[in-house]
């Protein structure tokens, strides 16, 4: 019930702050590289900004929509305060609702109406970011504010150490309340709870949590407090042959298009897989260990770029990266598709329907399929890697 309720939110949210971009686009959007609004400033519209950090000091009356690195709010919002980024620390007032897509945000001040937000840390995820000159922690974090409304949240570490008036929902890794006061109830699905005697939670449904096992909750946190164990996934032996026909059909679909209209692009890493299959997967491998910390590389080519050429390059950037791994993901298949499938035909789109009907049937099976695609990604990648260094392609399949 919770993860479903989530993401219907979530998307909402996402809906909203998408819609809210495209407004954008018809308005006066400022773009700068540090923007601020100073402390006796009163500004009568709505705010559209992309700049690296942002400081507002004095008041805002209308929304203020927010893509950058880093955003401070220490002044006043009469409307809804809406941010991708990822820092954001909140120490004034915002008025109504906070929609938030960041690693780290931190509550001091006042939220009106409901906060909706991610955020990142957990276990392993405990190092503060740099963020422009800014350091900020992971997590969620409430330092003594309020917030008026409802608190619905996906985040690893969520620490709340104040006055929430609504109903908390959400996913996370680390729940935390340290002398905190819910006025209403909680329902969280979650893997730590660390609960101190001070804190409370007043709503009449109490204080609801899903997780693998009945973890230690203070008795006198509510009156009603409720375990619920997270269930163990069952496999859904229908469903995975279906979406197993699927992704087939997808396979073959786009298989004969690149064949058709660029053949190289499978034809050509495959060769070099049946020429140096063991070279191929060493050298994806290799790349792939550095890629195993994708948000950090992905971070550093935005900032790299963002540093010569502005935030709005830096992100197009590291969306570029970002992609082009997936779109390695979906290919790889179909690359490894041919080379095993040449072994039964020579004509490519038929080996290449062998070959990928092989490893989709492979990946059905729980304890291998997995590892299978990593394999299959890595030794693909590698045959891309050594594509362009080799100075003779080897003989076609």
């Given at each position: 019930?919770?993860p479903?309720?989530?993401?219907?939110?979530?998307?909402?949210?996402?809906?909203?702050?998408?819609?809210?971009?495209?407004?954008?686009?018809?308005?006066?959007?400022?773009?700068?590289?540090?923007?601020?609004?100073?402390?006796?400033?009163?500004?009568?519209?709505?705010?559209?900004?992309?700049?690296?950090?942002?400081?507002?000091?004095?008041?805002?009356?209308?929304?203020?929509?927010?893509?950058?690195?880093?955003?401070?709010?220490?002044?006043?919002?009469?409307?809804?305060?809406?941010?991708?980024?990822?820092?954001?620390?909140?120490?004034?007032?915002?008025?109504?609702?906070?929609?938030?897509?960041?690693a780290?945000?931190?509550?001091?001040?006042e939220?009106?109406?409901?906060?909706?937000?991610?955020?990142?840390?957990?276990?392993?995820?405990?190092?503060?970011?740099?963020?422009?000159?800014?350091?900020?922690?992971?997590?969620?974090?409430?330092?003594?504010?309020?917030?008026?409304?409802?608190?619905?949240?996906?985040s690893?570490?969520?620490?709340?150490?104040?006055m929430?008036?609504?109903?908390?929902?959400?996913?996370?890794?680390?729940?935390?309340?340290?002398?905190?006061?819910?006025?209403?109830?909680?329902?969280?699905?979650?893997?730590?709870?660390?609960?101190?005697?001070?804190s409370?939670?007043?709503?009449?449904?109490?204080?609801?949590y899903?997780?693998?096992?009945?973890?230690?909750?203070?008795?006198?946190?509510?009156?009603?407090?409720?375990?619920?164990?997270?269930?163990?996934?069952?496999?859904?032996?229908?469903?995975?042959?279906?979406?197993?026909?699927?992704?087939?059909?997808?396979?073959?679909?786009?298989?004969?298009?690149?064949?058709?209209?660029?053949?190289?692009?499978?034809?050509?890493?495959?060769?070099?897989?049946?020429?140096?299959?063991?070279?191929?997967?060493?050298?994806?491998?290799?790349?792939?260990?550095?890629?195993?910390?994708?948000?950090?590389?992905?971070?550093?080519?935005?900032?790299?770029?963002?540093?010569?050429?502005?935030?709005?390059?830096?992100?197009?950037?590291?969306?570029?990266?970002?992609?082009?791994?997936?779109?390695?993901?979906?290919?790889?298949?179909?690359?490894?598709?041919?080379?095993?499938?040449?072994?039964?035909?020579?004509?490519?789109?038929q080996?290449?329907?062998?070959?990928?009907?092989?490893?989709?049937?492979?990946?059905?099976?729980?304890q291998?399929?997995?590892?299978?695609?990593?394999?299959?990604?890595?030794?693909?990648?590698?045959?891309?890697?050594?594509?362009?260094?080799?100075?003779?392609?080897?003989?076609?399949?």
């Open positions: 019930m919770i479903k309720r989530l993401t219907i939110l979530l998307l909402l949210f996402f809906a909203l702050f998408l819609l809210s971009i495209g407004s954008a686009a018809a308005a006066e959007t400022i773009v700068q590289e540090i923007y601020v609004v100073p402390a006796d400033t009163v500004i009568e519209e709505d705010l559209y900004i992309s700049a690296n950090e942002l400081y507002i000091e004095g008041r805002i009356e209308g929304d203020v929509v927010f893509l950058g690195a880093y955003a401070e709010i220490s002044g006043e919002i009469s409307g809804d305060f809406m941010a991708m980024a990822t820092g954001v620390e909140i120490s004034g007032l915002v008025e109504d609702d906070v929609r938030l897509l960041a780290g945000v931190n509550i001091l001040g939220i009106g109406d409901d906060l909706i937000t991610t955020g990142g840390g957990g276990a392993g995820f405990t190092a503060p970011l740099p963020v422009g000159t800014q350091s900020i922690s992971q997590g969620v974090f409430l330092r003594g504010g309020q917030v008026n409304g409802d608190l619905l949240l996906a690893g570490l969520t620490q709340l150490s104040g929430i008036q609504g109903d908390i929902n959400g996913i996370v890794n680390t729940f935390v309340l340290q002398n905190a006061t819910i006025e209403g109830s909680v329902a969280v699905q979650t893997f730590t709870l660390e609960i101190d005697e001070e409370r939670v007043l709503g009449e449904d109490g204080f609801q899903t997780a693998p096992a009945p973890l230690d909750v203070n008795a006198a946190l509510s009156e009603n407090i409720v375990f619920e164990e997270l269930p163990q996934p069952g496999i859904d032996w229908f469903a995975r042959i279906r979406q197993a026909f699927g992704a087939l059909a997808g396979f073959a679909i786009l298989g004969y298009v690149l064949l058709r209209f660029r053949p190289n692009w499978l034809i050509a890493p495959a060769a070099i897989m049946t020429a140096a299959p063991g070279r191929c997967f060493f050298m994806g491998f290799i790349t792939s260990l550095a890629f195993l910390f994708v948000p950090v590389l992905t971070m550093i080519v935005g900032v790299g770029i963002g540093l010569f050429w502005g935030f709005v390059s830096g992100f197009v950037g590291a969306a570029f990266v970002f992609t082009g791994l997936v779109l390695i993901w979906t290919f790889s298949p179909l690359i490894a598709g041919i080379w095993i499938g040449q072994r039964f035909s020579r004509q490519p789109f080996a290449m329907l062998i070959g990928t009907a092989v490893i989709v049937a492979l990946t059905l099976i729980p291998i399929g997995s590892g299978l695609s990593i394999i299959v990604f890595m030794t693909a990648l590698g045959a891309l890697i050594l594509y362009p260094r080799l100075s003779q392609l080897p003989p076609q399949v």
